[in-house]
């Protein structure tokens, strides 16, 4: 598993700087910040649940879950959101750019699962 969350996080941080890129040359630097932002916490995000899921996973294995240690899977959310509405708010990045850059995960993760999923057979 560690291993496809790294080739998703390559991969997505590629497709979000292409974005961004783009972004930029089209619609100028509120555009790129937005998509590279919400982009990259986006990804920042992936990982973090990724490696969440892996300690929940081992806790309720031993027999250790509680639910202020299961609970912090929350904590996650609450700086996406916060991130994500900082950004917007300060007025850095445009709105819609940064709805962009979230999208760009999920179609990165679904390729790269789907490339995980051939290698394994």
């Given at each position: 598993m560690?291993?496809?969350t790294n080739r998703v996080t390559w991969a997505g941080a590629w497709t979000v700087a292409a974005l961004g890129a783009g972004a930029w040359w089209l619609a100028g630097l509120s555009a790129a910040a937005g998509v590279?932002?919400?982009?990259?916490?986006?990804?920042?995000n992936f990982r973090w649940l990724a490696?969440?899921?892996?300690?929940?996973?081992?806790?309720?294995?031993?027999?250790?879950?509680?639910?202020v240690r299961v609970g912090r899977?929350?904590?996650?959310?609450?700086?996406?959101?916060?991130?994500?509405?900082?950004?917007?708010?300060?007025?850095?990045?445009?709105?819609v750019a940064v709805g962009v850059g979230l999208a760009a995960l999920p179609p990165?993760?679904?390729?790269?699962?789907?490339l995980s999923a051939r290698e394994d057979t």
């Open positions: 560690p291993d496809l590279t932002g919400g982009g990259l916490i986006g990804i920042i490696r969440d899921l892996r300690r929940a996973v081992a806790l309720v294995a031993d027999g250790q879950a509680s639910l899977v929350g904590l996650r959310q609450l700086f996406t959101f916060g991130a994500l509405g900082a950004l917007v708010a300060q007025g850095w990045a445009n709105p990165v993760l679904l390729c790269q699962g789907l």
